[in-house]
């Protein structure tokens, strides 16, 4: 791992890093915010994963999410949202990657790849649910005992999915403008079909909304949703959410926040909100 | 003026806007942040003039400011650093402007500039004095009998410049990392000498530390600077400013914050710190 950038920031560290991926086959690059923190001290890990088109820079530069941080000490690792690369599987994938803001760079859908050529590469599950967290424990001061997951849209999606997969592991899930249910809107059923193909009990595994029909159980969730979402109708659709989580028995709190719309203005108005559900669960 | 994007945040309202300015003769583009507020209300406004390289963007994305003056009341006003085209002033300029990161565009230095070619457009000092704060005064619902200056670097040097020299105005002057004394370091003397030649007397117009020794007066100067700042020693010289103050009677809190550089993670963690000061000066 090398340091790509540290700035203090709030009393900590603000740093970009950089290293090789043996899940991915590439570099990636994510940020980790560390709170100040006594000599020694553990502190608990917040997962951020973000949506198209973004990097980890959009959430580092625009999430105002380090006031918070420093003041309930918790440390903040943003991953990237695909991996990168001029000749990233050929110029086929380059190609169709580059073309689509939906699919390919900047949209892994934090599946892993079954469907070449998009196997190679596409390794996002893995990449944040193994490779990067063993990398986060050991080179930072990071009690992985006590963690939690949140996102943004497409990273909302993989909030969801992966906390609905690990609840040992995530204490508090939660989601600005998540897509819920993948499997039943057109993001998703592009991106699904593309990196799984047809094989829709994977896409299942990847669906928050199916996760948890066939049984997926955390106690909670929060979802705060901005009412004047251009994607809200088509793509994101909370109300599927909020069917599965009341036959199921879990207490969602979803809020439609009138007229916010799918931005970072959006997020970080909202951020220190999910900040304290996560330091709540994460420190009780 | 014309509306280039409006995005609600911390339950106000962030816009950019564009508009043709007599001053400078180009479009100029600005945002501002109007907390949600009572029908009919009129809110204080404090101007924010950034450094070097920046653009309204800079801060209207990673300055975290909306939450302070969402629970202030306070107005944010963001212009540009500089008038900005593809022919501004015909090649000489634009090759000379594009090719400094510190003269010419994106480094207007707040003067009014009376040299050739930079006379034509190089107004700065006209815009953000008059021009803008009477657009201001119109299309927002602005108290303009209570503002605030503050700024950043270049910016800095703005803020403290036009705050000395408005002091009936500008009820609060503060500045992130100011460029205190243009006339005694390379930047300023730089642009100082670009934009206005030999005229020396000008010179200590636009210059903080000889405004000061020249007799303007303030009540009180709120500055940060980060410890760790690059430019500190060559370019920045808070200590200029401390002398200049203590002879003149000027009470100046100025804190040398270990660690910090000259970026917007700086920024960002002092700002509302910054806004609070502001509040307490624009509601007392």
New interface residues.
Partial sequence: MESVST?????GV?GVYRHASAATGTDMTFSVFVPDHAPGAKLPVVWYLSGLTCTHANVT??G?F??ACAEHGLIFVAPDTSPRGPDLNGNAVADDAEGAYDFGLGAGFYVDATQDPFARHYKMWSYVTEELPALIGEAFPADMTRQSIMGHSMGGHGALTIGLSFPERFRAVSAFAPIVAPGQVPWGQKALGGYLGDDKAAWRRHDAVALIEDGARVPALLVDQ?G?DQFLEKELRPELLEAACAKAGIELRLTIQP???H????I??FM?AHLQWHAERLKG
Same sequence: chains 1, 2.
């Fill in positions: 700035n203090k920031a709030f009393g603000q530069e625009k105002e380090r006031r901005g004047a007229g916010y719309d931005s970072y203005y959006f970080s108005t220190p």
